[in-house]
C-alpha cells in the first residue's frame, strides 16, 4: 500500500493569480481565503488573484499569501478525496508552518497569525540589517562553506547536491558571487529577495518569533513532520516550537529532507500550492522519489484515485 506525503513550498514560490481557480471551483478554497481574509482585516486573496506583484512579493505579504494558497489546494484536494491523510508532511522554509497545519499540529488560525508575524518580523530585520542571497550552482559544500568563511557570508539553504544558497550583507554576498567560480561554482546567481534569510542578519525576526510561539498551541502532528533546521523527524511540540524559531538563523537543510523522506518505502509525494520547485529538487537528490505537482485545478483533476486512495 503507497503512503502519501506532502510538500508545501516556500517564499518565492508566489505569483499573481495563484490560486484563483481553486477557489472559483471548490467551496473549502472559498473557505480558506474568506476566511484569511477576515482574520487578517485585509483581502489577501485579492493580492493573491490580482496582485498587483510589488504587493504580493513583499514578505509580509508573500508568507501569508503562500500559506493560505497552499492550504487552499490541499483542503480542495481532500473535498475530492475524504480519506487523504499524509504519513509525512515537510515544507521549505515557510512551508513548514502549512506542513504543521496539514498534520493538524497547529490550527489554521494561529498558523496564520503566526504566519503573519513571522512575515512582520523578518522584513523588520531586513530594513535593520540589509542584506540578501545567492544561488551558487555546481560548488560542493566544503567549497561554499570555505567561501563563507572567505567572505563573511554563511550558507542558507542546502537545496539539492548541485544548488547552495548563502547569505549576507549586499557587499558580501557580491564579493561572494565573483569569487564563487574560483571555488567551483558553475554560476553565482543574485536571488530578487528582500534580505538575508536563514542567517544571523535575522537574529531580530528570531527572538521575535520566539515570543510569538510561547502563546502558540501546538500539537503532536498526526503524521511524520521533517523540520528544516535537522532534517530528522520530530514529534514533540516543545522541540518543533524551538525549532520554527531557530530555522530563521539557520541553514535549510532540504538535502536531508529528502534523504530522510527517501527511507519511507512506497511513498507518494504530493507537492501542494505554487510552484513546481520542490519537484525538481526532490528529482536531484534521489531520481526515485515520486512527486506530483498539484498547482492548478487540472492538476487535481488529472489525479489518478490510486494516486491519493491506496
Known sequence: ??????????????????????????????????????????KISEICFRGPDSELIRTSNAQIAIFVTSLAVLYSLQSVYPKLNPSLSCGLSLGEFTALVALKSISFEEGLQL???????MEEACQKNPGTMASLLGITVENCLALCREMGTELANLNSYDQLVISGSLETVAKACELAKSKGAKRAIPLKVGGAFHSSL??????????VL???????????????????????????????????TS?????????????FEA??????G?????????????????????????????????????
Do not use: C
Open 1 to 42: 500500500m503507497k503512503k502519501i506525503g506532502f510538500l508545501f513550498p516556500g517564499q518565492g514560490a508566489q505569483y499573481v493569480g495563484m490560486g484563483r481557480d481553486f477557489y472559483d471551483s471548490f467551496e473549502p478554497a472559498r473557505s480558506v481565503f474568506d476566511q484569511a481574509d477576515k482574520i487578517l482585516g485585509f
Open 267 to 272: 511513498m507518494e509525494l504530493l507537492e501542494l
Open 202 to 211: 535575522m537574529n531580530h525576526a528570531k527572538t521575535g518569533l520566539e515570543e
Open 274 to 310: 505554487p510552484g513546481r520547485v520542490l519537484k525538481g529538487l526532490a528529482k536531484k537528490i534521489n531520481s526515485n522519489l515520486n512527486v506530483i505537482s498539484v498547482e492548478k485545478r487540472e492538476d487535481l483533476e488529472q489525479l489518478k484515485p490510486i494516486t491519493v486512495e491506496s
Open 251 to 263: 541553514p535549510v537543510q532540504w538535502i536531508k529532507t529528502m534523504e530522510t523522506v527517501s527511507k
Open 115 to 121: 504566519v503573519r508575524r513571522r512575515g512582520e518580523l
Open 214 to 248: 510561547r502563546k502558540v498551541t501546538i500539537q503532536k502532528p498526526q503524521g511524520t513532520f521533517i523540520p528544516n533546521v535537522t532534517g530528522e523527524p520530530v514529534n514533540d511540540p516543545e522541540v518543533i516550537r524551538t525549532l520554527l524559531a531557530k530555522q530563521l
